[in-house]
């Protein structure tokens, strides 16, 4: 294997990770990052029956941040939705389960479960490898046009796609490395929400990317023909509110998406906030940047705040039609190389700490900070400042590379070169996550809480000389699920959303989302996840609705994620049937009657959605 193009200075190709790593005393979740797991091979004896001519071979399963590793499985790779369907109807005859699979790129068991056996009666259809076409469906009067898009399309492609043609949307995912099936079964989204005085232009919306869909085709049981068979609904016919965010526990095959003219942004970044000042209660002196102020002047707001530093990195991306002399044009997506490419040093540390020197959290916190500030900013003065061992990491070597990459705090373009950051080659951590429904005016108050209680819990593990968070804490914004967005009268939101609004809040229409991420195995982490998983449960019933994030981790026990049973099948129906009207109960209902004999589904989501 060729070395990577990024293989320059201090940037780290795979052969060099690979040493690197080994050298730091084993840090293999590293290598997750640049080498894909689970290579494929023809095995003999595929289970009889299979339809002819289909491509079938053996693989293991690995999720984002190998958490979820299974043995190899049996999967296929179909050609066409009416293979997708013979495989299902041969799973149903044959006593197996059937289970789409995308790019993997998600934390929670909705695929399949963590040590899954070769000897489980389960296929796994990979829709990435040739379901991914798309074309133009249809252009709108009012510059909005609709894309038809298979679902094995990556979202990376999809709004390359959109964007040829001069659509875009509002809010994306960082990672364009996420297949269009995933991201509308977990409600995908961004982070925005209507700046002061916006008002979106048609194609638009502040919610997910499932609430873009006017269509969708997907699976299901047919009891007149005794067989599954591919239906389209359209987004205001009865069912299509429960396939549009799914979960796994059915398989889409295609979709519409209304996308609108796309818009050039300008993205700043900002790392002279102290978190006190960005994260203050309400009610601080005029003057104050708080993070509610810039979310009301960009209306696009991203808070990255390492472990153990006082800084977070501030993203705001505001709509702005042409270049500003300060800013840097972009013509393509990822533009942050300091985080795609590892410099080596930073590996070896994390390798120090995936290798048992989790003391070392506070460090590598500061060195993820200083590493984007030199990176964005140039500002090499407080590295200077610091001490030797963030010296001996951030090297005159790796200080030269960064800045030879050109400073990038200030960036302009098209919509999608500046939405998508991540990279696959980007460190793999593991991640919990939650939606807080607010009223807008309460967004300050969330993220105060969280913030105090938060840096209080991290100093009080330190104390006992446990350091159980070693990335960063990340905060979103965006709205609530508006289906009028989708441009279909009669449409519903996505009912299992964690976007959809309370019918009896109707003031609630704001959600801020909060993650936190740390190296997968990191001791004491599930115990400090839960804390922060009942802190979060525990605010005020009367301002706050809280949802998990479906594709991250949630239900923690002391010791593991989607494993409470009180949050399984207590907190989290509670939170979709808070207010009333559709939401779970129907969508379970649905889902049940869509696939009466749970071909398309796993004990897991048996047991959540009951």
């Given at each position: ?17 690979l040493?690197s790593?080994a050298?730091?005393?084993g840090a ?7 080498v894909r797991?689970g290579s ?5 004896g595929p289970?009889?029956g299979l ?7 053996q693989r293991?399963y690995?999720?984002?941040?190998g958490?979820?590793?299974?043995d ?7 050609r066409?939705p009416q ?7 041969w799973a149903y ?6 289970r ?14 963590d040590?899954?056996l070769?000897?489980t009666?389960v296929?796994?259809?990979?829709t990435?490898?040739h379901?991914t076409?798309?074309?133009?469906d ?9 894309v038809?898009?298979?679902a ?11 964007g040829?043609?001069g659509?875009g949307v ?6 364009g490395?996420l297949?269009?099936?995933?991201a509308?079964?977990?409600g ?8 002061a005085?916006?008002?979106p232009s048609?194609?638009?919306g502040y ?12 699976v299901?049981?047919?009891?007149g ?7 389209t ?6 069912d299509?509110?429960?396939l549009?965010?799914h979960?796994g526990?059915?398989l ?5 998406l ?7 942004l300008?993205c700043?970044s900002?790392?002279?906030i102290?978190a ?5 209660a309400p009610?601080?002196?005029a ?7 810039f ?5 696009r ?8 530093t006082?800084k ?11 270049r500003?002399l300060?800013?840097?044009a972009v013509?393509?997506?990822?533009n942050?190389?300091?985080?795609d490419?590892i410099p080596?040093?930073v590996a070896?540390?994390?390798?120090d700490?995936?290798?048992g ?7 590598f ?5 200083l590493?984007?500030k030199v990176a964005l ?15 001996d ?7 030269t590379?960064?800045l030879?990459?050109?400073?990038r ?6 919509s999608?070169?500046?939405l998508e ?5 980007t460190?793999r951590?593991?991640a ?8 807008r005016a ?6 105060s809480?969280f ?13 006992r000389g446990?350091?159980?968070v070693?990335?960063?804490v990340e905060?979103r914004?965006?709205g ?5 967005a989708c441009g ?8 299992l ?8 809040r ?7 989302w909060i ?7 990191t ?8 804390e922060?998983?009942q802190?979060?449960l525990?605010l ?5 609705t809280v949802?998990?994030?479906?594709s991250?981790?949630?239900?923690y026990?002391e010791t ?6 009180d949050?399984?099948?207590?907190a ?6 808070a207010g ?5 109960d129907?969508?379970v ?5 869509l696939?009466p ?8 989501l048996?047991?959540l959605?009951?």
């Open positions: 294997m060729a070395d990577d193009p990024s293989d320059q200075g201090g940037a780290l190709s795979r052969r060099r990770l040493a790593s050298a730091a005393g293999v979740w590293l290598l997750r990052g640049l797991p494929a091979h023809a095995a003999a289970p009889p339809p002819a001519g289909l491509d079938v071979y293991a690995e999720n984002w941040a958490e979820i590793r299974t190899e499985l049996w999967t296929c790779a179909p066409t293979e997708v369907l013979d495989v299902v109807n005859g044959a006593g197996w389960t059937a789409a699979q995308g790019r993997r790129h998600g934390w929670a068991p909705l695929t399949v479960a040590g899954t070769a000897a009666r296929i796994l259809l990979d990435t490898a379901l076409a798309m074309t133009v249809e252009q709108a009067a009012d510059g909005s046009a609709t038809r898009v298979q094995g399309a990556s979202l990376e492609a999809l709004l390359a796609f959109a040829t043609g659509y509002t809010a994306a995912p960082a990672p490395d297949s269009v099936g995933g509308l079964a977990v995908a989204h961004g982070t925005a929400v209507p700046a005085g916006e008002t048609p194609g638009h919610g997910s990317l499932s609430n873009l869909v006017t269509e969708l085709t997907a299901v049981w047919d009891g023909a005794g067989r599954y068979v591919l239906r609904v359209g987004r205001a016919e009865p299509c509110d429960a549009l965010t979960l526990r059915s889409v095959t295609e979709a519409v209304r996308v609108g003219a796309d818009s050039n300008r700043r900002y790392l002279d102290p006190t000042e960005l994260f203050a009610g601080a002196p003057g104050t940047r708080t993070l509610a102020g979310v009301d002047a960009a209306g707001a991203e808070a990255i705040w390492f472990a153990f006082d977070p990195w501030l993203k705001t991306w505001t709509v702005t039609p042409d500003p300060a800013a840097r013509s393509e997506p990822y942050y190389p300091f985080s490419s080596e040093p070896r540390l994390a390798g700490l995936v290798s020197a989790w003391a070392s959290a506070p460090l916190g500061q060195v993820q900070y590493l984007a900013t140039g500002d090499i003065t407080d590295v200077l400042l610091s001490g030797t061992l963030v010296q990491v951030l090297t005159g070597d790796v200080l590379h960064l030879a990459d050109g400073l705090s200030d960036l302009w373009g098209a999608r070169n500046l950051y991540v990279r696959p080659t460190l951590e593991t919990n996550g939650y939606a807080v429904l607010v009223r309460d967004l300050q108050w969330v993220v809480r913030a105090d209680f938060y840096r209080t819990l991290l100093a009080q593990y330190a104390a446990e350091y159980p070693n990335g960063q905060i914004v965006t609530l699920e508006d289906p009028s279909v009268p009669g449409a519903r939101p996505p009912l959303s964690a976007l959809r609004p309370r019918p009896d109707p003031d609630a229409d704001t959600a801020v993650d936190i991420l740390s190296l997968p195995a001791p004491a982490l599930p115990r400090f996840y839960r922060v998983e802190f979060l525990a005020d019933g009367d301002r706050a949802r998990v994030e479906w991250k981790g949630w239900a026990t593991a994620a989607w494993s409470d049973q949050v399984l099948t207590g989290i129906p509670a939170s979709h049937r009333g009207g559709p939401g779970w129907e969508a209902a649905v889902l049940g009657r696939d004999h749970h071909v398309l589904s796993t004990p897991f048996d047991a959605l009951g």
